[in-house]
């Protein structure tokens, strides 16, 4: 089947997220990658990747491109199901005859209410959807397919044997061939990261336990399971030899620095290769490895420190002490690696004291950017059975996690802390994180080293500051 890819249009001001998980109006305009729409694409001949709110197509546009195909998959999310269903819908009114699925974090955990909830919808992939989608396809009768759910002929609601879950990841076939054929690279701007930037994975799975983290919790599993060095180098040297324009390499492993040695191996390849590059990383990495990826090309990493509170972090299972983030900070700036920091209020345990707490952290940790969010109940997730068991949210209630605008909401509460002021806190902690002399300097340098991060940065400063005024209200 002639088949399409489709990262669907959403309200004004959403962006792709980080592979769709966090789909919402953010501080500053940014585009993520959409991997795992390119790697099923990547297994399918004359497939096509179509990233409308990343080109800035509307829904007419997209349905337009979208009716030329017989085979569209969607990939949704739990605050984009609602508008990515209404599209599937549209588009089956103007072509009776596509077949439309939906993969995801959403459809994957609740399969059964995804395919009830529009006819629209012929099936979902649940697991991880590569192979899936590569036979659906192929034409393989959907009975025999595992790791689907779909709609029979008589109207039931069917679902298929688990798919088991990827060994041999070196089986997966490169993506950034598929970003350079269908996406806009100068469309894809994350603001801590060099422009133009490219992302791809390693390896999938988290040995982490965090209670809010969406993917290794509903799709990708806790077993980090990794593509071998040469082959995540094969693909580095790809990029570098056919996409010239690109100057930074984005490892979007949820723990890339999860095996030292290994990342040890890829870092002193990619200094061969000669390539500036950043990755995700724990705060717990320690001073020779971060030595050697600093030697070898490593520019900035991309850290959850989460909270400031101790008890904070034990209650979230994040495995790390706040003592043992501070000194890898430490390490951090003593040997000139840059930090994106991300934090999250809300979560189990936080009280105004807390908050307080996490925003002195963070302003004693000093990383060179931030980002703040509110914590969000994905279903499938430890923390959204916690917060229905306590009463914190509601079972089967519409979960908001943004607004209409696009906005993040709060969408758990506790008897001492309304949702009201943990949403007003993020503001709070913006300001006092940025608005230092030191931090406000500190920008200014940055800004005169060249006029690109000079334009750069005052346009950002623009949509944030907006960000900051439409979260207020």
Known sequence: ???????????????GGAGSRYQAKREVRSFWYPTWLAQPAALVPDSRVLDAPADGLSVGQT?????????????????????????????KKRKPSVLIGMVGAKVAVDPHNSLTATEAIDFVCREEFDFTCQEVAEGKPFAQIKG????????????????????NMDELPFVAPVY????????????YLKHPYVSIYTGRGCRSKCTFCLWPQTVGGHRYRTR?????????????DNMPEVREIMFDDDTFTDFKPRVEEIARGLGQLGVTWSCNAKA????????????????????????????????????LRTDIARRFSDDCRKLGIKIHGTFILGLPGETQDTIQKTIEYAKEINPHTIQVSLAAPYPGTTLYNQAVDNGW??????????????????????????????????????????????????????MLTSWDMMKRRLREGVEFFRFLRAHEA
């Open 228 to 240: 071998s060095v040469e082959n995540v180098l094969a693909e580095v040297k790809w990029i570098r």
């Open 148 to 167: 689907l759910s779909y709609r029979a002929a008589d109207g039931s609601i069917e679902h298929n044997e688990a798919r088991p879950i990827l060994e």
């Open 284 to 319: 717990n990495v320690p001073y020779p490895t971060l030595k050697i990826m600093k030697e070898n090309g490593l520019r900035l990493l991309l850290v959850g420190y989460e909270s400031g509170d101790d008890q904070i972090l034990l209650n979230i299972k994040k495995g």
């Open 393 to 446: 949210l509601e079972e089967n209630k519409v979960i908001n996690l943004v607004s209409k605008s696009g906005v993040q909401l709060a969408a758990i509460g506790y008897p001492h802390l309304s949702r009201d002021e943990i949403y007003h806190q993020l503001e709070n902690f913006y300001k006092r994180f940025y608005f230092r002399p030191s931090k406000i300097w500190e920008i200014l340098r940055e």
């Open 1 to 15: 089947m002639k088949a399409l890819f489709l990262q669907a249009p959403s309200y004004d001001g959403f962006d």
């Open 180 to 191: 350079k054929r269908d996406l806009k690279i100068d469309n894809y701007f994350i603001g």
């Open 63 to 91: 349905l337009d491109i979208a009716e030329q195909y017989d085979l569209v998959v969607i990939h949704t999310s739990t605050p984009s199901f609602p508008t990515d269903a209404l599209f599937a819908e549209d588009l």
